[in-house]
């Protein structure tokens, strides 16, 4: 059965501060890694990986993806309040119809 | 461009009775997936359609169904409600798998 492991769970950290997200993940068929920011209701893409080794980067979000080590890290630079949310990993499996998400990690950000 | 749109927002049911959720994709994309995602839990695949035919299910009973129409927009019904099908379910449409998918709002599902 596909498994992908998120960790820490929970996570809160003060403004300014540096954090790092991570991703493990035991699946058949891997086509991608995506990475998903869930604030009320709707998960918002982030970031989608598909090749080891390249950083994909927007604003102060980046992601990286080891496909020998099966695990992928999100990081967030210089937090800010607004960044509070629960941050979901997703692999993308088979023929591309199936999202295995994690439990998902709840970054909270104060002032 | 016109996202991903799910109604209704909110619904209350009786444990035993039927529901209909809908969902209608994001202009161009031909692929609309179900996810169900319980309190504190990711999303779980429920299933996808893509060209109004059933392409993948998870580990949901029959009674989780569903339908797309030429339009590309989709239904979710499920029958015999239980309490443990009391959760948010989103829906996420799709072009192609390598382009990612677009999450609505999501329906909740409340069954007492």
């Known amino acids: 059965e596909d498994k992908v492991v998120q960790s820490p769970l929970s996570l809160v950290v003060h403004e300014g501060d540096t954090v790092t997200l991570n991703c493990s993940y035991e699946v058949t068929n891997f086509r991608s890694l995506l990475w998903y920011k869930q604030e009320k209701k709707a998960p918002t893409f982030l970031f989608m990986l598909?090749?080891?080794?390249i950083e994909k980067k927007s604003g102060r979000l980046s992601s990286i993806l080891d496909k020998k080590e099966l695990f992928s890290i999100l990081n967030i630079t210089a937090t800010q309040t607004g960044d509070s949310a629960i941050y979901l990993c997703?692999?993308?499996?088979?023929?591309?119809?199936?999202?295995?998400f994690g439990t998902g990690t709840q970054l909270k950000v104060e002032l | 461009e016109t996202g991903v749109t799910q109604s209704p927002t909110h619904l209350i049911k009786t444990r035993g009775q039927q529901v209909t959720l809908r969902c209608s994709s994001q202009s161009g994309h031909n692929t609309v997936s179900w996810y169900q995602q319980a309190l504190g839990q990711g999303p779980q695949f429920i299933f996808q359609y893509y060209r109004e035919e059933e392409n993948g299910r998870g580990n949901f009973p029959p009674r989780f169904s569903g339908l797309q129409f030429p339009n590309y927009s989709s239904e979710l019904n499920v029958n015999a409600l239980e309490l443990d099908d009391s959760a948010l379910y989103l829906c996420?449409?799709?072009?192609?798998?390598?382009?990612?998918?677009?999450f609505g709002s999501g329906t909740r599902l409340t069954v007492v």
């Open positions: 996420a449409s799709s072009f192609l798998a390598n382009y990612g998918y677009t």
């Open positions: 598909t090749s080891s080794g």
């Open positions: 997703a692999v993308l499996t088979g023929g591309g119809n199936k999202l295995t």
